[in-house]
């Protein structure tokens, strides 16, 4: 016990760290195990001697598990904003965690590197998409993307938030959506990470979501898919009489910064034009698609 406070004591920089990473992360609805894995095999040790070596699979599993928390209190503050699309995320979680839950049980037999290569790869196609979509709707009102809604039939749907902001727009659910987020939870089960930034991407970008809408409904459909495939993983490695390895000192750390940073993100995501939530999120793909490329390469 008491090597445990002095380690509290030797990395409280964590706390500080891991709020900036979970208002980001969650902002964006990208997975804070983006971030938080490539942060303590990468960053952390380089702050500070006193942050213990993590294997890979120690620091994703640590990751995770701050990932829910984070996620969770974020979707709690999206909720309670009344941004969040429940029949959507509903719909996407009905494909993303099946396919979570086979991936997870099948991720072992899979070299992590290829994992990370490939993740890297679909970042980057990601922040292409983006870019494309920035440049595309320059001009563009929204009454022109509802248009477009109504002419190819989509039902159209209103969402108030508590603050009073009106979010018009239209969604169908095809054969491309089921594809890609039926991926998406495929790669949450294999790595920990894909459904967030799939999800958003695909919301604002096939669909003209508005981006405080589709962020906040990713943002949901993260958490449950993440939580999910980390309870099918204890599920695994308790069925094989292994034990869970993970650094209580950083999650005791971690966690309450991630509760915090979780309703901070929504009141951050607010404050953010479309435009500007959309060139973030670019810059965040470009930059974790580069970390996980070294990863798999190194």
């Known amino acids: 016990m008491e090597l445990f406070f002095t380690g509290l004591l030797a990395l409280w920089w964590v706390f500080p760290f891991s709020l900036c990473i979970c208002i980001t992360a969650s902002t964006l609805a ?12 990468l960053l952390f040790p380089l702050i500070s001697t006193a942050f213990p070596e993590l294997s890979a699979n120690e620091a994703i599993g640590v990751a995770l598990t701050i990932g829910v928390f984070g996620f969770g209190s974020a979707s709690v503050g999206y909720l309670r904003q009344r941004v969040v699309d429940k029949k959507i995320a509903l719909r996407l979680l009905a494909v993303a965690i099946p396919f979570a839950i086979i991936a997870r049980l099948v991720a072992f037999a899979v070299p992590s590197q290829l994992l990370f290569i490939v993740f890297g790869l679909v970042l980057f196609v990601l922040a292409f998409l983006v870019l ?8 563009r009102s929204a ?4 248009c477009d809604g109504a002419k190819r039939g989509i039902q159209g749907t209103k969402i108030i938030s508590r603050d009073g902001r009106s979010y018009s727009y239209g969604f169908h659910f095809g054969w491309p959506d089921g594809l890609g ?8 089960g294999l790595s920990g990470v894909g459904v967030g930034a799939v999800a958003n991407t695909m ?3 096939r669909h003209n979501l508005p981006a405080r809408v589709a962020t906040a409904t990713a943002v949901t459909v993260a958490t449950a898919t993440i939580l999910t495939g980390s309870l099918t993983h204890i599920g695994v490695v308790v069925a094989q009489g292994e034990q869970a390895e993970f650094n209580w000192t950083i999650v005791a750390l971690a966690v309450p910064a991630v509760l915090i940073g979780g309703q901070i993100a929504p009141h951050v995501s607010a404050r953010f034009t479309e435009g500007a939530l959309k060139r973030a999120l670019m810059a965040m793909f470009v930059i974790a698609g580069v970390i996980m490329l070294a990863r798999g390469v190194v």
């Open 30 to 41: 990208m997975e804070g195990a983006v971030m938080f894995a490539p942060a303590f095999l």
């Open 132 to 139: 494309r979509s920035v440049l595309a709707q320059r001009g």
């Open 143 to 146: 009454a022109d993307a509802e």
């Open 181 to 188: 987020i039926g991926a998406a939870g495929a790669l949450v």
């Open 203 to 205: 919301l604002m970008l």
